[in-house]
């Protein structure tokens, strides 16, 4: 097969920023096309609540969906049926969902907690910031750089909740986070669709179900290959689980069903796919990841050069350079070092009754640090939708 230019046109019906779309259909001729489709396609089940927000107000409306997520859709008086719609489909729970042996299975995961904040912070959210039409809202709804450090506090908030023994059970502090990223996906949704900075020709729709499908490589793909890079890889009947927990996870933020990635390889097939294909990386994905660095070095207190090492390891180095990453050859050092901590920590992890003592001392660190950083940066609520001040944002509600 001839290589096609990096930067040729995308086909018809396909938004203008995507690139190298005709090599990818070659090489994924089932999933590219789903894929490019879904570019267009928001949350149709979501989108319709929060048409129905405009009309209930938006104060009325989210109380609504906090009292179904809580107390059951019976007890919202006069619930739209758009929301009797959402949590029909949120309360029918798949067959492939047994979440008592996921959480038996990821019982001891927090004995990694330290390492898992720092591939958060290294990989996750700097990794997704190298497509410019992915960040897009993040730049729009105007909040990320100047609150850098408070958007980590609510992805970890959820994420936290999310990945707890009985977080993602019906009344679940996981399910219920879970279920409000959702609409805050779709408040935005509706605010950018309305702007008319937004270009749907050249991004199509806002927060699509093309990029929503991606969250799962970012929070599962790309934290399980990173926490492995430095040594703290998980047990194999762990890492199924993982897998596991954000297939569903991906369900209950209505991505569809044909696009919900099921393991590590159609993970790793969505992963080829979306970097083939992202639009160039632009100043304002420079930005966030300034911004991130600059917090996320004031919380580790590390030298700069480690951080970036962390992220040249996590992202490799063409990533890199696209996002002004500076190099540093500290980078070449934790790849040595990453395999010799693997094998102590799966020599530890044998160890009879260290995986949860190291658990135990996971748990406390972790609780340490979100009451340090939540003292730090004045964070008393969990997501945006609830933030009591903070610059405009088209989820929260200002009294309600």
């Not at 001839?2 to 190298?20: A, F, K, L, M, T």
């Not at 267009?40 to 969906?65: N, S, T």
């Not at 996906?185 to 270009?199: E, K, N």
């Not at 696209?322 to 934790?334: G, M, Q, S, V, W």
Request: glycine share 8%.
């Amino acid at each position: 097969m001839s290589e096609i230019p990096q930067g040729s046109d995308p086909r018809p019906g396909i938004p203008s920023s995507v690139r190298r779309s005709r090599e990818a259909i070659e090489r994924q001729p089932e999933l590219a096309p789903a894929y490019f489709a879904a570019m267009w396609e928001g949350d149709p089940l979501a989108d319709a609540f929060v048409a129905d927000a405009a009309v209930l107000g938006k104060g009325r409306a989210m109380r609504m969906l906090r009292t179904a997520c809580r107390n059951g859709i019976d007890a919202v008086e006069d619930a739209p049926a758009s929301l009797v719609a959402l949590f029909a489909e949120l309360e029918d729970v798949p067959d492939w969902v047994d979440l008592d042996a996921i959480d038996h299975a990821c019982r001891y995961l927090g004995r990694f907690t330290r390492q898992g904040g720092i591939v958060l912070g290294a990989a996750s959210l700097v990794g997704g910031y190298a497509n410019s039409a992915a960040s897009r809202p993040l730049e729009l709804t105007g909040r990320y750089v100047e609150s850098a450090g408070v958007r980590t506090i609510e992805v970890a908030s959820w994420l936290v909740e999310a990945s707890s023994t009985g977080g993602l059970q019906r009344f679940g502090k996981g399910f219920d986070l879970t279920v409000r990223v959702r609409i805050i996906h779709a408040l935005v949704r509706q605010a950018l669709c309305d702007d008319p900075r937004w270009d749907e020709s050249a991004w199509g729709v806002p927060i699509c179900q093309a990029y929503l499908a991606y969250t799962l490589v970012e929070f599962c793909l790309i934290p399980l290959r990173g926490m492995a890079a430095i040594g703290a890889a998980f047990l194999p009947h762990e890492v199924a689980a993982y897998y596991a927990r954000w297939r569903y996870i991906g369900h209950l933020l209505g991505i569809r069903a044909d696009l919900l990635a099921t393991n590590q390889a159609e993970q790793e097939a969505l992963e080829q796919l979306y970097l083939m294909t992202r639009p160039e990386v632009d100043d304002y994905c420079r930005d966030l990841v300034g911004a991130i660095n600059r917090e996320f070095r004031r919380v580790h207190a590390w030298a700069p050069a480690i951080v970036h090492s962390l992220e040249r390891v996590f992202l490799g180095d063409q990533i890199a350079e696209e996002l002004a990453i500076p190099d540093t050859r500290l980078k070449n050092a934790i790849r040595r070092v990453g395999p010799v901590l693997a094998e102590i920590n799966r020599l530890i992890d044998r160890t009879p009754g260290m995986l949860p003592l190291r658990t135990t001392m996971g748990e406390r660190y972790r609780i340490k640090q979100d009451a340090r950083l939540r003292a730090r940066y004045a964070v008393r609520h969990d997501l945006v939708d609830e933030a009591p001040t903070g610059n405009p944002h088209p989820a929260r509600v200002q009294n309600p």
